[in-house]
Nanobody, 121 residues
Framework: QVQLVESGGGLVQPGGSLRLSCAASGSIYSINVMGWYRQAPGKQRELVASINSDGLSNYADSVKGRFTVSRDNARNTVYLQMHSLKPEDTAVYYC???????????????WGQGTQVTVSS
């Protein structure tokens, strides 16, 4: 069994900062890409940022320069540091990991349960 557990969401004022964490645990053989997606009410889930095992990162245009994704491979953990938050960043943020478990020969996508980020005054 593989589990992704997120933490760090909450309510923040515009211009504020938050840091999200996501730890993958269980029977993990190897993790390829880890990342963060978000889904606002009435909208499709979208990629926010991702990072591969070599540390190469990718960002949505809307968050470039404000968000930073990082990763601790030893702890199977991915982080999302968010600065200069805007009301339009309000969404449920989901952690994603493309990984291979010891019980599989394939890489599959796993998801966290989601954490709410609300940016409001």
């Amino acid at each position: 069994q593989v589990q992704l557990v997120e933490s760090g969401g909450g309510l923040v004022q515009p211009g504020g900062s938050l840091r999200l964490s996501c730890a993958a645990s269980g029977s993990i053989y190897s993790i390829n890409v880890m990342g963060w997606y978000r889904q606002a009410p009435g909208k499709q889930r979208e990629l926010v940022a991702s990072i591969n095992s070599d540390g190469l990162s990718n960002y949505a245009d809307s968050v470039k320069g404000r968000f930073t994704v990082s990763r601790d491979n030893a702890r199977n953990t991915v982080y999302l540091q968010m600065h200069s938050l805007k009301p339009e960043d309000t969404a449920v943020y989901y952690c994603n990991a493309n990984l291979r478990s010891y019980t599989s020969t394939w890489y599959n996508d796993y998801w966290g349960q989601g954490t709410q980020v609300t940016v409001s005054s």
